[in-house]
Every structure is written in C-alpha cells, then in structure tokens.
C-alpha cells in the first residue's frame, strides 16, 4: 500500500514542478496516476487470494474483502484529469495545478479513509474530503447556482455528521479503542435504553445523508449538476460509497442487538426512495440532473442493501457500489461530451446523436445498458443479490424493488433514446467530432466494467 | 383592420388570413395581430441567425431556457394548498408508514412462527 500512497503524495509536488504547457501537465499527471492505478490493480488481484488482512501499520490496512474501493479511487484519478483536458484548456497554468493539486488531495484523503483501521482516522479522512469537493464544485462549476450546491453539500455532509463523531467518543468512553481490529474482538455493547437508541442512529446517520437516502438526498442533484466533470465523476463514483463503506464497517462491528428493529424505517425509506427518484428522473430535463437521481436510485438499494444486514445483502451491495461507480462516471463523462459541444445541459437540444457522432452512440449505448443492469452485467449482479437478500427478508418488497427496476430500466432507455435517436435538431451546426481523449475516457470507465462479467470473483466480497 | 404585413421571412399564418375574420371582434382581432407581429420577429430572429454562415455556436432559445429553467427550480414557486398537501402527504408520507406497517406485521408474524416452532425453512443455499 505505500507503493500507492506515498507516489499520491508525491503527485502533489509533481503538480507544482512539471513544466508549463497544459498538455504536458494533463499527459504527465494522468500518466502517472494510470501508473498508480494499475500497482493498485495488480494489489487488488494479489489480493484475491488473501485469507486476511494486510497492514502497513496498526492504523491502516487493507482487506481481502473491500480493497476495491481503494482501487475504484486510484483508477479514477487518472480519469478525472483527462475528462478535464478541455475544459481546464483555457485556464492559467496556476489553476490547473491547484486544480490538479485538489484532486490528487482528494484521493490522497480518499485512500486513507477506505484503509484506516482506526475510526476516528476513518471519520477525519471522511471530512476531510469534503473541502477539496467543496472548493472544486464552488470554484470550477458553471452556473451561478453552484454556491448554492457547494453550500447544500456541505452543510447536509457536515451537520449530519456531527452526531457520528459524538458517537465515536462516546464508543471510546465506554469500549476504551476505536481501532477496528481490537472492536471486532470486544464484547458485545450492552444497547437497552433510549439513548442508545439515539447513539445507534448517531452512528449511522452521517452514512446514511452521504449514501444519500431518500429523505436527505436534496444536496445530491445540486452538486453533480453544479460541479465540474471530475467533481461530479468523483461524487459519483467514489464519496457515495464512502458513506456505503462506512455503513458496512459500523453495522459490522459494533451496532448490533438495535439494529434489527431500529432499521426497518431506513430501510423503508431507502426502498420508497428507488420508486420515487426513478419516476423523478422520468420527468427531468437536465441531463446530469437525471444522472444524479439514477445515483439516488441505485444507492438507495444499495442501502436497502446493507441494512438488512445479511452476507448476500452485503456482497449485493458491495457489487452494485463498485459497478455503479463506474457506470454513473462513464454517464457523468458522456454528459460532459454533450456539454463541450453545445454548452447546455438541456436534454432536447441535442438529440438525434447517432446520426452525428455514431461511436460516442456505441458508449452511451453500453453505459445505458450498464445503467439499466442488464445481465451479464456486474450491475445487474448486485441488483439481483440486493433483491433475494430483501425477498428473504420481507417478501413485500417486491413490490418497491420490482417497481425499481422497471421504472430503471424505461429512464436509462428514456435517456439513451433522446440523446441519441429521433431527429437532430436542424440548428445544430459545428459539432466537433468525438475526440479520442473521449473515447480513450469512455473506454477506460467501461472496459473494466465488461471485464468484471467474466470475473466476478473479485468483486463478490464475502461470498466467494 | 390589419396593420400586419407579410415579412420576407415570414409569411402570413392561416389565423390571419382575413377571409377568416367575419365572425371575430374587433378587439380579438387586434390581439391576434399583435401576436402574430412578435412570433413573426422570433421567427425571423431564429432565420437570420438558422442561415448566418458565420455561426459556429448553439441558437439559445430564450423560451426553453426559461422553460427548463422553471422544470428544474420550482422550490421558490411551491405554495401549500389543498391539493399540494394532498399530494404530499399521499406520496411522501402516507406510504413510509403504510410500508413500515406493512414489513412490521410480515416480520412480526414469521418471528411468532419462529418462536411457536410453526415456520418451515425453505431450503436456502445462502441467506
């Protein structure tokens, strides 16, 4: 793991030293971070073979089962940069390296947070993500309404986090460690009156907002629309699972005896949520507004997911979270394709792509599909693991999750088609043509995604 | 009657013609010709700039933006009355307790079966 960490913050000096035209900073540092990624894929594949834990230290390590997140944050790094290429074009050499500097910070903290075995680390990293979003989404963004966004974002992440750090002292007061490895091994908490209650909820609450779920899910749509491409593929891909991730380990280790009653609101919100924010989606006009609603809608199964806490509803989760990170970053980039040409977010302006731009309509096609979880298809892997866990666990869910899935499969259908077939507008002239940058990008996010259909292995997590 | 006159690029709509207006009133008629007028200018701002060779960029239509815009910002706008309420409640609210009812009993129930020693297990390669 320090071969990964330590060359992220090294990238931060690089940022500042490289040379001063845009192109070689864009090849260098996407370069090098592709470099990172793959020492991190090749980690990662090691690992399928791990029986337990790796340490670089008594507060950092790895585990067999949910290293990928680690891997998802360095591969898209590299990503993010060359998604950026055009839009940062026009900026002076200073901005595009704090720009980078962000974030490279990003993955830095993000790295730390997915492998800290110590809770308060896991909680500071978790904030600390924050401000690089923040700043990226506040300064780079393209409306006027991204104050707004950058306000929403923080202010929902910070306050709802809050509770969880009084719950974190509160677990050292009674427990006397917050290290992961020495919880798993302590006594059970003895959890039977009504603030424990509330500590319960404290505990998961930060998670829950970050996840998001339905009821607080508000800061989700501003954000990605508002934020730059790499701020919206970054949110999307990686900082909801971190609330994913977080959930997992808390309701491992030290949350349960409550957990089984006190769950069954979230978990109805998490599923009225699937139904509400797919039939939101229908109605949007804003193509990256759509992408963030099927973001809410497939996290909210994934929350669904975790808290019906059962090793299927786990790996379920854990399958759906790595997929729909690339998935969701592959669209956010499609959307961004459509935005460097017609500089409007609009889903009727420019339709009738395919007639236009014929291979840039093979990647939405199969980011569609992904989206939609088609089998054989990892997203489609999670979804069914996601679904039985629920059956098993109440049979009326089929209603919502079936719905769920309907109403999922008519909104990807619904963007694929209007982007893409139907007439093109007549006043669309001057329409570059798909840059290779772009494909380059799209396979990039996609190609993985095809790939872990013939090994699912090593993403299944605990049931394998 | 009709001020409106014929534009190059705009030519004389099916409402205007004036072998139409026998039976509408003066006022009316005035109206239609006054929005016809302001359409046939759109128009021809949409012409001039469809055909100007040395446009590269997108034709902003003012109408969709503001269209869209109201599609995607209408939290300012909101006003409770008797059908909004109605409409959240049966959707946001109603169905959160309806549904938590409707897992409670279902788990409630197969936890007494569990308990009375009544529940078959199915046979279940995982959970």
Redesign the interface.
Known sequence: MVKFLFPTLMLHIHADLTNYRLMTLITQSSGHRLMIAMINVHLTLKMAQWLDEQHLNPYMAQTPYLPHFVLLTCWLLPLMIISSQHHMATEPINRQRTYIMLLTSLQFFLILAFSATELIMFYLMFEATLLPTLMIITRWGNQAERLNAGMYFLFYTLASSLPLLVALLLLQNTTGTLSLLTLQYSNPLNLSTYADKLWWAGCLIAFLVKMPLYGAHLWLPKAHVEAPVAGSMILAAVLLKLGGYGMMRMILLVLEPLSKELSYPFIVFALWGVVMTGLICLRQTDLKSLIAYSSVSHMGLVVGGILVQTPWGFAGALILMIAHGLTSSALFCLANTNYERIHSRNILLARGLQMVLPLMTTWWFIASLANLALPPLPNLMGELMILTSLINWSPWTLALTGAGVLITASYSLYMFLMTQRGPLPTHLIALDPSHSREHLLMALHLLPLLLLIFKPHLIWGWVS | MADYKEAPLASRPKTLDPNEYFNLSLEHRRAEEERAALRSNLKRQ?QT??NDPH?????EDQA?NR??YA??HPYPYFKPTFKTSLMGLM?GVV??FA??Y???T??DKKEADIKAGKFERRF?L??
Request: one cysteine or more; glycine letters at 4%.
């Open positions: 949409f700039q469809l446009r590269k960029a997108l034709i969709l269209w869209s599609r995607g959707f169905p959160i549904l938590y409707v897992f409670k279902d788990r279940c995982s959970s």
